[in-house]
């Protein structure tokens, strides 16, 4: 019931993400026959707005989560509470005050998008903080961020393929409607089923909002995970932005042949997820990250001889081969920060989850920002048609470059698995 919240989180941000430009500023001729509601010029205020607000909330929402005092726990009444203005919000977004180009709406989406950013940090940063508290193994805690990873993947295919079908039925306002109601029922299942367990005041945090976050940034191998784990963010959302490009321009293929390739990663991860916690007895999740970071870093870097030495069969191949490290950043990182929250917890006696989440997903939304500048500006300056190519073929390869410098923090971490099962029976919690 755990896992099954992220499904509905899932869908929530893909469905977003993937059609909110489209629907207010339509390309002219649509199939949908949409008007433009926003000035295209514009429409990228609201989102940077709005990611403003999103990454200033994670470490709030993270601090306030873990000092809160409620009878039904730390995390549970976040997650309950916050989960139904999170679907108001989602499907606000849909009815827009103005029907035609109007800087109303332009004021609007911004306020609904930050407003949607806000209570879905309010809901997920304390749903992952529930992750090191649910559980009390490695084997265990692999064993839920599976079912979360299995579970993440669906929500996005659920978001791609059935907001399609939703809309060409019956329009945009119904399909937020559908998939935002859908949602929030999933979402509720965590709180409805899982028994949060109550922490001590003792070990509740006795620090101030800034200075939880600088212990937190001062944890060495918090950092070491986080420089790689940031590194292939910016390699996933490089891939993503540059795959249409690369699609048409290099391989031949309409640009929303790319979908079908990013569909088949997701297809492969979903069928990968499920090994994991049998990997992960074998070997340590630094050792699988070590690994199938490395394939993704090649991946990256391959995608620049797309359509020379590398055929359309062969790039195909490839994209959903990527769906092997997919699986995993899915899966083994949201492991990694609750073994590296409980450590931080039993070493200085205050429970501080919650921030650890808060923490990475701030960062994580400026390294993000940063790929969505960065790759626009590769395509402008090196080109990004037939003629001009440079621009598509060095964006993958300097994505991969950059996993690649992640790695070699993340070789420095030095967490051994058996440390924390060790420390958990010292303190006879296993």
């Not at 929530?12 to 059609?19: M, P, R, S």
């Not at 200033?56 to 726990?73: F, N, Q, T, W």
Request: hydrophobic letters at 55%; glycine letters at 8%; a positive charge.
């Amino acid at each position: 019931m755990y896992a099954l919240g992220y499904l509905g989180i899932a869908v929530f941000t893909q469905t977003t993400v993937k059609w909110y430009q489209f629907y207010y500023a339509p390309p002219e001729a649509n199939q949908f026959a949409l008007r433009a509601l926003v000035p295209i010029s514009l429409i990228g205020v609201a989102m940077v707005l709005a990611r403003i607000v999103d990454g200033l909330a994670d470490p709030v929402v993270a601090y306030y989560s873990d000092r809160s005092r409620h009878r039904l726990g730390r995390r549970i009444p976040f997650i309950l509470y916050g989960s139904l203005p999170l679907a108001a919000t989602f499907i606000l977004l849909w009815f827009p005050p103005v029907r035609g180009e109007s800087l109303l709406n332009l004021v609007y989406l911004a306020v609904m998008l930050s407003l949607f950013f806000i209570f879905f940090t309010v809901v997920v940063a304390p749903y992952l903080a529930l992750i090191g508290e649910l559980t009390r193994t490695g084997q265990e805690r692999m064993a839920v961020t599976t079912l979360q990873g299995v579970a993440q993947v669906l929500g996005v295919m659920i978001a791609e393929a059935g907001s399609g079908l939703l809309i060409a039925a019956w329009g945009f306002p119904v399909m937020g409607v559908v998939l935002g109601l859908f949602s929030l029922l999933t979402v509720l299942l965590t709180p409805a089923f899982v028994k949060e367990e109550l922490v001590p005041p003792q070990e509740a945090p006795a620090v101030s909002l800034v200075d939880s976050v600088q212990m937190t940034l001062r944890n060495r191998n918090f950092a070491l995970y986080l420089a790689s784990y940031l590194a292939i963010w910016f390699g996933i959302n490089t891939l993503t932005i540059a795959m249409p490009y690369i699609t048409e321009v290099l391989l031949g293929k309409s640009a929303d042949h790319s979908g079908y390739l990013i569909a088949g990663a997701f297809v492969l991860a979903l069928l990968v997820s499920p090994f994991l916690p049998k990997v992960a007895e074998r070997y340590s999740k630094k050792q699988i990250m070590l690994a199938t970071s490395a394939l993704f870093a090649l991946i990256l870097a391959a995608t620049g001889l797309f359509g020379t030495l590398i055929p359309y069969p062969a790039a195909a191949a490839l994209v959903v081969l990527a769906g092997v490290p997919l699986a995993v950043i899915f899966v083994v990182p949201n492991a990694m920060v609750a073994d590296l929250a409980e450590l931080d917890g039993l070493e200085h006696g205050q429970r501080r989850e919650g921030m650890f989440f808060g923490v990475q997903g701030l960062i994580m939304k400026v390294v993000i920002g940063l790929s969505s500048l960065v790759t626009p500006l590769l395509f402008k300056a090196f080109g990004y048609s037939a003629a001009r190519p440079l621009g598509l073929q060095i964006a993958g390869p300097l994505a991969g470059a950059a996993v690649l410098l992640g790695l070699c923090a993340l070789s420095r971490y030095d967490l051994e698995e058996g440390v924390l099962a060790a420390k958990r029976v010292a303190r006879g919690l296993n």
